[in-house]
């Protein structure tokens, strides 16, 4: 290829190479998690959250097959509104570049884009995992944690997954999971999962001081910084159980497999919620971005 594939904003350049913060963030939340307008206003309000702790925000996406660090307002509201606005993950990221495509990134694709740009902390709602079914569905997301020396800051992985299976598959593949003020896996619209975190953190000082270790040991994987929905906005348990076997009986009868199942099960979920959980996704996006970006600032 002629060029550098990664094409970093100017203001991103700038705050790379004085060694200040920044947090890089996914598209496919905008593009494919969150309904309109809702997925615009809450893009903006991320980047906001992110200055307003004095980090700068870092938003990736595939644009004209170009893989952009950093987009301006005009390029965010394609990626939120435009049509045709594919669903990028690591696998798809040679066939857009060679095909100039547009598109949002995933979890998975934005931390290959982001570590290759020289940024060390990402921040997004719930990571993808091993779904739940006979057909083995393990997001790709979960790969890439794997190989990707980066602090992911999340609520655990998406409810509408196998989280035990996710769990078991964090620890074979050596993802140390923190408890961000909490001592058990949040399960994205839900406080609590039963399952274990590695250690609990309660700052950002002590979640840095366990990432540079890991870098000092040379520990090649993601450092997932779990931390739960907000308390006032947490969806209550049985409303959640309903709505989530609901959309998974109604995506097994629509026959929704591979990249659309997300984001069908999302989408259902907020409809028969009456918006409950997009108000805990919205709200579990803006408590992780503005830890993340403290994160970032002790890091540096
Ligand atoms: N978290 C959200 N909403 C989303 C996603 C995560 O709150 O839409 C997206 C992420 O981009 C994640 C993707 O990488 O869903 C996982 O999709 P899949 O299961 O197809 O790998
Ligand atoms: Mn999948």
């Known amino acids: ?40 206003e809450t893009a903006a309000r991320l980047e906001q959250i992110v200055h307003a702790e004095g980090a700068t925000p870092a938003t990736i996406a595939v644009i004209n097959g170009r893989f952009c660090v950093g987009l301006d307002r005009a390029q965010l509201d394609q990626i939120a509104t435009g049509q045709d606005i594919k669903k990028l993950s690591v696998r798809d990221l040679a066939i857009a570049r060679a095909r100039k495509w547009d598109g949002a990134t995933t979890v998975a694709s934005t931390i290959w884009v982001a570590h290759r740009a020289g940024i060390q902390v990402f921040a997004t709602g719930g990571i993808g995992g091993v779904h739940r079914g006979s057909l083995p569905d393990v997001s790709a997301d979960l790969t890439e944690l794997a190989r990707t020396p980066m602090i992911v800051v999340c609520s655990g992985a998406k409810i509408v997954l196998d989280l035990p299976a996710t769990r078991e ?47 000092d040991l040379d520990l090649r994987s993601a450092l997932l910084v779990t931390i739960p929905v907000p308390t006032a906005d947490e969806v209550d348990s049985s409303l959640l159980q309903e709505v989530l076997d609901e959309s998974l009986v109604e995506a097994e009868r629509k026959k929704i497999v591979g990249r659309d199942l997300t984001p069908f099960l999302l989408a259902r979920m907020s409809e028969t919620s009456k918006g409950a959980t997009l108000r805990a996704n919205i709200a579990l996006l803006q408590n992780n971005v503005l830890v993340a970006a403290q994160i970032a600032m002790a890091l540096i």
């Not at 496919?28 to 307008?37: C, D, E, N, S």
């Open 1 to 40: 290829m002629d060029q550098n594939p990664i094409i970093t904003s100017p203001d991103v350049a700038a705050a790379l190479a004085a060694g200040k913060p920044v947090v890089a963030l996914e598209s496919t939340v905008i593009a494919h998690g969150l309904p309109r307008p809702q997925n615009i």
């Open 169 to 215: 598959w964090l620890e074979t593949n050596s993802v140390t999971v923190v408890g961000y003020g909490c001592d058990e896996m949040p399960a994205f619209y839900s406080r609590r999962s039963e399952l274990p975190v590695d250690v609990r953190c309660d700052s950002p000082e002590d979640v840095v001081r366990i990432f540079k270790t890991e870098a």
